[in-house]
């Protein structure tokens, strides 16, 4: 056995947990020259990197090899070139935390970029062909220019169909994405997902090239786009709340979130500038950009910091001793998970609700389960659980029985409909109401992104500031209705008005939204009446993203027809509809932020009453 240990480089620790080498202060086990002659029979042997654990003759082996290869090869080439310097282990979790938060941010900034360019090209596909110089062979002057099966007078209702083609299947999707994602290992569901969004993405464009004019075949590769889309949300968003905690949550995610609006701004400036010559590209390249990113997680994504050995960071669950030693289960061995699960069975958690205050003792044990699974990188994709070395991931039902789950999750409903109704919408819109041409309104799109970038930012400073998470979202959202009308009305009055305006309500539109999508997601995924189940943060996400985004397919699909009703005021109807829409999502929060501004006043109370008995330490009954 000893033999064998060394042969892999590594070095064996006893059943006990006692070893020849050194312990990190975290419970992670360094590599080490020397081996203990008294081990017993039954033995773990580890490299410095935690990994696949392979059973034989009694003997648990830990390889490397479930290590990305960018992060092997980047302490293979410390190893060699560092010397004696090391990092402590507060750098060294500091600099796999960044990665994360850099590897992550890239990502959606890639997927919402391959999305973005439909919205972009659909002002080529069908346009007013009058305005142009008619070539001598062409007879029919109105629509020469158009791209079949969009050269039609109901053209808006064919785009709609392409949006909510991809954005149907996306919503569907993405409860399943949910439930996938807490049972396989995250690198390869995110690198997977996004090769394959980026051959979808690809496919579009090469109509293109191919001379493609089937409805059918536009309608299909946008279905299966929105599909392997859905990968990125539960994905990202799990992997970030694995890194990080609750402390500064809103703040982190604030800034974190702008991946959604860089990436439509991205896709927005690369897709126009193809759009006018070649709409093809507009896709392929975006395409092929996701592809690549794919390739880079699948290299250096690490989805939990107990694969590298890095603290678990706190939820806001108990600080008991027995969750203590549940995290670091990670570098512990398996007589010493069962006795941290034991303890964690027994342990109480005194949080009190985020979002109810009513329902908590109904919801204060959602999980039957007390044991721990935690997926390699070879682990099969939907993986055959062993009941002694598992956690139950928590379930549908059980999912919407967290408070607040189903009031944001309807609330997002309404407010991504408003957000992606401009998402695709916005570049035609100000091509028909502006004299801008495709290329312009294309452009000047992307400040209803640069004002969801600041939106999103202030939102999370907002929430982390007041504790107030519901009554953020109500806020902005009472601002951005009449914002809406005032767009509406004046922006197309001068250059001015239109930038000034459209980033003022991208900051109200998108703020909420960003809001709900990320911090309030993982705070309702960390929840805890869950007990410290880290296994429903990707259930969570994905029923509230995949709530969010039934409305999202929703509100383009309407946005069309509605703006093909009449010419001249079919676009009035679709800003109506957007406003009614947040008044309504508006109503949704009414009781969460009955309950927020409920326990802020009891919190001040408290904090009067514990001022009054230190001012008067000596009176049996102070006064308040």
Same mark, same amino acid.
């Given at each position: 056995m000893m033999q064998r240990a060394r042969a892999y480089g590594l070095r064996e620790e006893s059943s006990n947990g006692s070893s020849s080498g050194s312990s990190s202060p975290n419970g992670s086990m360094l590599d080490s020259t020397g081996v203990n002659d008294n081990m017993s029979n039954n033995c773990e042997v580890r490299s410095r990197s935690p990994s696949v654990i392979v059973r034989t003759g009694g003997s648990v082996f830990r390889h490397r090899r479930d290590l990305p290869w960018g992060i092997r090869l980047i302490q293979k080439c410390s190893d060699w070139w560092g010397g004696g310097c090391t990092l402590t282990n507060e750098r060294r979790e500091f600099w796999y935390r960044v990665s994360i938060l850099v590897i992550t941010y890239l990502s959606y900034t890639a997927y919402h970029l391959s999305r973005k360019p439909i919205s972009i090209v659909k002002n080529v596909l069908n346009r007013n062909c009058s305005m142009l110089p008619t070539p001598p062979t062409v007879t029919n002057d109105t629509t020469w220019c158009d791209w079949a099966p969009f050269d039609r007078e109901d053209a808006d209702v064919l785009l709609g169909t392409l949006d909510s083609a991809f954005l149907f299947a996306y919503a569907a999707g993405m409860f399943v994405s949910g439930f996938v994602a807490e049972r396989v290992n995250l690198r390869y569901f995110l690198s997977l997902g996004m090769l394959l969004s980026g051959l979808f993405t690809y496919l579009f464009g090469v109509a293109r090239f191919r001379n493609i004019h089937n409805l059918s075949y536009f309608i299909l590769v946008q279905a299966l786009g929105g599909i392997f889309q859905t990968t990125g949300w539960p994905g990202v968003v799990t992997v970030v709340g694995n890194w990080f905690g609750k402390g500064k949550r809103g703040l982190i995610f604030g800034i974190w979130n702008s991946h959604t609006s860089l990436g439509n701004i991205l896709?927005?400036?690369?897709?126009?500038?193809?759009?006018?010559?070649?709409?093809?590209?507009? &896709?392929?390249?975006?395409?092929? =950009?996701? !592809? %690549?990113?794919? @390739?880079?997680?699948? #290299? $250096?994504?690490?989805?939990?910091?107990?694969?590298?050995?890095?603290?678990?960071?706190?939820?806001?669950?108990?600080?008991?001793?027995?969750?203590?030693?549940?995290?670091?289960?990670?570098?512990?061995?398996?007589?010493?998970?069962?006795?941290?699960?034991?303890?964690?069975?027994?342990?109480?958690?005194?949080?009190?609700?985020?979002?109810?205050?009513?329902?908590?003792?109904?919801?204060?044990?959602?999980?039957?389960?007390?044991?721990?699974?935690?997926?390699?990188?070879?682990?099969?994709?939907?993986?055959?659980?062993?009941?002694?070395?598992?956690?139950?991931?928590?379930? &549908?039902?059980?999912?919407?029985? =967290?408070? !607040? %789950?189903?009031? @944001?999750?309807?609330? #997002? $409903?309404?407010?991504?409909?408003?957000?992606?109704?401009?998402?695709?919408?916005?570049?035609?819109?100000?091509?028909?109401?502006?004299?801008?041409?495709?290329?312009?309104?294309?452009?000047?799109?992307?400040?209803?992104?640069?004002?969801?970038?600041?939106?999103?930012?202030?939102?999370?400073?907002?929430?982390?500031?007041?504790?107030?998470?519901?009554?953020?979202?109500?806020?902005?959202?009472?601002?951005?209705?009449?914002?809406?009308?005032?767009?509406?009305?004046?922006?197309?009055?001068?250059?001015?008005?239109?930038?000034?305006?459209?980033?003022?309500?991208?900051?109200?539109?998108?703020?909420?939204?960003?809001?709900?999508?990320?911090?309030?997601?993982?705070?309702?995924?960390?929840?805890?009446?869950?007990?410290?189940?880290?296994?429903?943060?990707?259930?969570?996400?994905?029923?509230?993203?995949?709530?969010?985004?039934?409305?999202?397919?929703?509100?383009?699909?309407?946005?069309?027809?509605?703006?093909?009703?009449?010419?001249?005021?079919?676009?009035?109807?679709?800003?109506?509809?957007?406003?009614?829409?947040?008044?309504?999502?508006?109503?949704?929060?009414?009781?969460?932020?009955s309950n927020e501004f409920k326990r802020f006043f009891e919190t001040r109370h408290a904090a009067r009453l514990k001022v009054t008995v230190h001012v008067h330490p000596e009176s049996n009954n102070p006064q308040v």
């Open positions: 896709g927005s400036v690369i897709a126009t500038a193809y759009v006018g010559d070649n709409w093809g590209l507009s &896709f392929i390249v975006p395409g092929a =950009i996701i !592809g %690549v990113m794919g @390739f880079i997680v699948f #290299l $250096f994504l690490v989805p939990k910091p107990q694969h590298v050995h890095c603290t678990i960071p706190d939820h806001g669950e108990s600080n008991d001793a027995s969750t203590n030693d549940l995290k670091n289960s990670g570098s512990s061995t398996s007589t010493g998970q069962r006795s941290s699960r034991a303890n964690l069975k027994r342990s109480k958690y005194g949080q009190g609700n985020s979002y109810d205050d009513d329902s908590s003792d109904d919801t204060s044990r959602l999980l039957g389960s007390d044991d721990i699974y935690d997926p390699r990188e070879d682990t099969p994709i939907i993986t055959h659980y062993d009941p002694e070395v598992k956690i139950k991931a928590v379930g &549908f039902t059980e999912a919407l029985k =967290i408070p !607040g %789950v189903v009031e @944001f999750s309807l609330c #997002l $409903f309404f407010a991504k409909l408003v957000s992606y109704t401009f998402l695709y919408w916005l570049p035609r819109y100000i091509n028909n109401s502006t004299k801008f041409d495709a290329t312009e309104s294309g452009y000047l799109s992307t400040l209803f992104d640069v004002g969801g970038i600041i939106g999103g930012i202030i939102a999370g400073v907002i929430s982390d500031y007041s504790g107030m998470s519901a009554t953020t979202c109500a806020g902005m959202l009472c601002f951005a209705i009449p914002m809406m009308l005032v767009y509406q009305n004046y922006g197309a009055e001068s250059l001015l008005a239109s930038i000034i305006l459209l980033i003022i309500v991208g900051i109200l539109v998108n703020g909420p939204y960003a809001l709900i999508t990320t911090a309030v997601s993982t705070e309702l995924g960390t929840h805890p009446c869950l007990m410290g189940n880290a296994r429903a943060l990707a259930t969570v996400t994905a029923i509230i993203d995949g709530t969010g985004s039934i409305g999202a397919a929703v509100g383009p699909l309407l946005a069309g027809s509605v703006a093909a009703i009449s010419k001249e005021a079919g676009w009035k109807y679709v800003f109506l509809m957007l406003m009614i829409a947040d008044v309504i999502a508006l109503i949704l929060l009414v009781r969460l932020v």
